[in-house]
């Protein structure tokens, strides 16, 4: 039995053991998901397969891809799938930032633009299990650099595991990737997402970073530099957003839009707070006008007090009550009807009753979903294994291709050098015949004129006697050739002319 020590990480499953087949065992708390949903079994043999086998211990691969990224040479999708797959081996934290360096060096290069879907999942799994899921975090965030993203899969345990430690703000940090990224083909990955973004606005999280933000801003001083020019402000409402809040609303809008719920009233409910979350006054008051009060449907009373909130921070401020004066009536038009008919369109439902539906909606689906994901899971691996090992034969294929062209090519010439030297008096007429054929038929070649020599005069005289392109626009007295210098021109040219019309002569 061997046992794989780690000495600065701690990991989510700490026992960690090698098992007589050379797969792995792992023992550990029950997971939210359930730990049928991680796939172990094929994940493991997925780990121990022969081609990583065959890449050898993980230190000695990173610096060989490291090396050849600094010698520029080729790196394929294919050696960071398998540097991605050995990451769960790295034994401290320089190591791991080692490799985070030839992941960002690697994204400059052509072949960044082939990676694998097995190279995001093994990349963002082993981080997790080595606990490094803050870090993990900050390079999702940096796409450009590193272009590491989640899957359906990858997000779920990512979210799953802050879930269950209690991290509400990270989790919902990782389903704003999702909502980034607008993948909405996993219904369970929607509803975590859902129930992690509702978490975290009630968690009070958001509310203390506005506070902590606007004491920033009051103590920062103002400094006033020089610009040439002002940029115009652009902000498109998806990337560019910062805050917490808005990155909640959004994605509980994103979420709740695309997920299919057996409770439509409570879907719509969390679409309209989403869009308040999210700052949309205007499409929330025609939502809420159209989808709920004209169907008759109840909304929930935190809604309407966080809606009832806005407005009037809304109502306080001059420049923001101009702007939103149509949402301003709108909603004085609908507290009218909702305070004539209260009953018939609120509900007294709180925040924690609705968390709970979200969880119980998850559960259901988590009890359809899971059983597909976890098929489509096993069948990644084996599909995964597959294609590296298909890709390995390829990539030699390949090379014994191009060595045998290299070769041939070698050869090649080896044998026009001996056929020239062996064939040179037997075809010596048709040479002579061949400079005749070149439209020279009274000069022998060694009467023709060196070229190089005509071509270099000529780029010297046109360099230092003729005007620049820049000038040609302007009149011919600003840039004409002085009379001096007219004349030197003609001097130098005629002594050249004569030089080389005596060696001619001579040489006849």
């Not at 691969?61 to 990224?69: E, G, Q």
């Not at 040609?472 to 004349?487: E, V």
Request: glycine share 2%; proline share 2%; aromatic share 12%.
């Amino acid at each position: 039995m061997i046992q794989i020590g780690f000495s600065i990480f701690k990991k989510t499953r700490p026992h960690r053991l090698f098992n007589s087949n050379g797969g792995f065992n792992w023992q550990g708390k029950r997971k939210f998901l359930s730990e049928s949903y991680y796939c172990y079994d094929q994940w493991d043999k997925y780990l121990v397969s022969d081609l990583v086998k065959k890449v050898g211990p993980v230190n000695q691969y990173s610096v060989s891809i490291s090396d050849k990224l600094k010698n520029k040479s080729l790196v394929t999708p294919l050696d960071m799938d398998l540097l991605a797959t050995k990451i769960i081996h790295v034994n401290n934290i320089q190591e791991l930032e080692f490799i985070e360096n030839i992941f960002l060096n690697f994204r400059k290069t052509q072949p960044a633009l082939f990676v694998r879907d097995s190279m995001h999942y093994s990349f963002v799994r082993n981080y997790i299990d080595l606990n490094q899921s803050d870090r993990l975090l900050q390079i999702l965030k940096l796409k450009y650099k590193y272009g590491i993203f989640l899957d359906s899969y990858t997000a779920n345990m990512l979210m799953d595991y802050f879930v269950k430690n209690g991290n509400y703000k990270n989790a919902a940090l990782a389903a704003h990737e999702i909502m980034l990224q607008e993948n909405n083909e996993n219904e369970l990955n929607l509803a975590a997402c859902l129930l992690t973004c509702l978490k975290c606005l009630r968690s009070g999280i958001v509310d203390d970073e506005q506070e902590e933000s606007n004491t920033e801003d009051k103590q920062q001083t103002k400094e006033k530099r020089l610009v040439y020019f002002l940029r115009k402000e652009f902000n498109d409402e998806h990337f560019d957003l910062k805050s917490i809040a808005k990155l909640c609303g959004k994605t509980i809008y994103f979420s709740s839009k695309n997920l299919k719920m057996d409770d439509q009233n409570l879907n719509k409910n969390m679409i309209l707070y989403g869009l308040v979350q999210y700052e949309k006054y205007d499409k929330a008051v025609e939502f809420w006008e159209n989808s709920l009060i004209k169907n008759n449907e109840t909304t929930y009373q935190f809604i309407i007090d966080d809606f009832k909130r806005v407005i009037e921070s809304l109502v306080a401020d001059e420049e923001k009550s101009q702007k939103f004066s149509d949402v301003i009536q709108k909603w004085n038009h609908l507290s009218q009807v909702l305070d004539s008919e209260s009953s018939k369109f609120t509900s007294s439902t709180n925040v924690e009753s609705v968390i709970q539906k979200v969880e119980d909606a998850l559960n259901k689906i988590n009890e359809k979903q899971s059983k597909k994901d976890i098929e489509m899971q096993n069948e990644l691996f084996v599909k995964w294994n597959q294609e590296q090992n298909n890709e390995l034969n390829q990539q030699i294929k390949n090379f014994t291709i191009e060595q045998k062209k290299k070769n041939i090519l070698k050869r090649l010439d080896e044998l026009e050098k001996q056929e020239e030297m062996i064939t040179f008096f037997e075809k010596r007429q048709e040479i002579i015949d061949a400079y005749y054929g070149k439209g020279f038929p009274t000069e022998y070649p060694s009467d023709i004129p060196i070229e190089p020599e005509e071509s270099i005069f000529k780029a010297k005289s046109e360099r230092h006697f003729k005007p620049w392109p820049k000038y040609m626009n302007r009149p011919k007295s600003s840039y004409g050739i002085s009379k001096s210098r007219a004349i030197k021109l003609d001097s130098l040219k005629k002594i050249y002319l004569t030089n080389s019309n005596q060696s001619q002569k001579n040489e006849n």
